[in-house]
């Protein structure tokens, strides 16, 4: 039996058919670190990469990648990042890594997001990972009565985000329609953003499994 590290890097090599060239949006997360380093055997092919977190940009630099800033680019192809959860109508659940705004804004940058995960990703229903939302450090208390009074139990994380916030992880969500729980969370003041990507999901889930890396599209 592969181990999950193994299914990883299997679908970070599955991944790499889709770089053809141009600026590639790169994800954060341990599967987009393989990813990072099967993109890194491709190099001469790209022109460089946009990073959705100081993590990966480090370690897009260390490979001799370049790294460009978002406002110095006009778009790009594709982003390839992981997901903590993912549904088989292609909305994701991510931020485990606490990465979500800045990969929230480089996928909607990009014309294609492919989704790399191993098997265990795949989920009927979200919400069982606890939902990441990324806060303004003052309207953290606020924040999270608004969370408690949707139902969820949210916790905060001892965690500073690239951009100066915190994050609260909500547990006990039963996420039926997410596209709608997006918005009503993302409407409340002082949230930066929350990990569900539904309004704009993936295009392309690359799911590695025991079977070999099985591909699904919207
Ligand atoms: C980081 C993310 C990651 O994509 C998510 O946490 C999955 O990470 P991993 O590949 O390590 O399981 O959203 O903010």
Request: charged share 20%; aromatic share 6%.
């Amino acid at each position: 039996m592969a181990t999950q590290d193994e299914l990883k890097q299997q679908v970070a090599q599955a991944a790499v058919a889709y770089v053809k060239g141009g600026i590639i949006g790169v994800g954060t997360g341990s599967t987009a670190n393989f990813f990072i380093d099967e993109l890194a055997k491709v190099k001469h092919k790209i022109d460089g990469a946009v990073a959705s977190s100081e993590a990966t940009a480090q370690r897009l630099r260390a490979h001799g990648i370049e790294v460009f800033d978002l406002n110095s680019v006009s778009g790009m192809e594709i982003y390839v990042d992981g997901a903590d959860e993912i549904t088989e109508h292609l909305h994701m659940l991510k931020g485990g890594g606490g990465a979500l705004t800045r990969e929230k804004i480089v996928a909607a940058c990009a014309g294609k997001f492919i989704c790399i995960c191993d098997a265990t990703k795949l989920v009927p229903v979200l919400g069982k990972f606890p939902l990441p939302v990324e806060v303004l450090p003052m309207a953290r208390s606020y924040v999270a009565r608004e969370l408690t009074r949707m139902g969820g139990q949210p916790v905060l994380r001892d965690f500073t985000t690239d951009n100066g916030n915190v994050i609260l992880d909500v547990h006990g969500l039963t996420i039926l329609d997410p596209v709608a729980t997006e918005a009503q969370i993302n409407q409340i003041v002082g949230v930066v953003t929350n990990g569900l990507f539904a309004a704009r999901p993936a295009d392309v889930l690359l799911l590695a499994t025991e079977n070999g890396v099985k591909t699904y599209t919207r």
